[in-house]
């Protein structure tokens, strides 16, 4: 049996570290570490916890960035989805 790599490593390729570091500039990204997560604030995605984590990682790294790409947020749902939603704030 033969396992076939299912990444396109002609499109998923190492990066020039200066090309990171140009990137990260652009971004505004100075923090370490820095943590991404893919899609919006919302609740089926339980975003709620992930803030209330991210806010208990400052406490130690202070110099730490969450980057929220994409995706609906709070401020595009519902407001009586908000409002349910006031029970888990930060």
């Known amino acids: 049996m033969r396992v076939i790599n299912g990444v396109n490593r002609d499109r998923f390729r190492l990066v020039a570290p200066e090309s990171i570091a140009q990137l990260k ?5 100075s923090g370490q570490p820095i943590y991404l997560t893919v899609g919006g604030i919302e609740p089926r995605k339980n975003s709620i916890a992930l803030l209330q984590a991210f806010a208990e990682v400052l406490t130690d790294y202070p110099q730490a960035q969450l980057v929220i790409a994409g995706g609906a947020t709070l401020l595009t749902i519902n407001p009586i989805e908000i409002l349910s939603l006031r029970r888990w704030r930060v």
Not at 25 to 29: C, R
């Open 25 to 29: 500039q652009q971004l505004g990204l």
